[in-house]
């Protein structure tokens, strides 16, 4: 995957969305709201997959390139906290820049998308109007475009060479 994937991933769903909106609000429409919620959930994890492989891309030794990838495969349900704990793992400056930037908007909304998705998940009664979800989604759309920004790849700065005396 790569940009322009994920790119890709943004427009197949944006078109979703723009093909229910017009719908009249009915027992179909929720359902498509729902099955919108999951995809939302399932682009967060997959951005932020693909932005941490295109940051390693060939810049680490193999065998830790291959932990990380394989560290990054159990990344679900990304709520703030894990979200954030995620970015600490990787720079405190990722986290820092994140959370100066984000609105508390944003969070509420990636909470409340990863809260309805798993509530679907595992048998819950959710009800969630199309125009939530949509709301969320705009929300998400911005943390994406943020982390897109705080993850990507910045020329390693060369530190000086210490003398063996």
């Not at 995620?86 to 990722?94: I, Q």
């Not at 820049?97 to 990636?110: H, M, P, R």
């Amino acid at each position: 995957m790569s940009v322009k994937v994920i790119a890709e991933l943004e427009t197949k769903l944006d078109r979703l969305f723009a093909r229910v909106e017009p719908m009249p609000e009915d027992d179909i429409k929720a359902k498509l709201a729902e099955y919108l919620c999951i995809r939302t959930s399932g682009l967060l994890e997959s951005v932020i997959k693909q932005l941490v492989n295109e940051f390693l891309d060939g810049s680490i030794p193999q065998e830790a390139n291959k932990y990380i990838v394989k560290k990054m495969q159990t990344v679900t349900n990304l709520t703030d906290d894990k979200l954030l704990k995620l970015l600490e793992s990787f720079s405190t400056d990722w986290e820092i820049e994140f959370k100066q930037n984000v609105t508390a908007q944003e969070i509420s909304s990636l909470n409340s998308i990863i809260h309805l998705r798993n509530g679907m998940a595992h048998g819950g009664s959710q009800s969630v109007s199309y125009r939530t979800v949509r709301a969320h989604y705009d929300n998400i759309k911005q943390i994406i475009a943020r982390l897109k920004k705080i993850i990507a790849k910045q020329p390693k700065k060369a530190g000086k060479k210490q003398k063996v005396s």
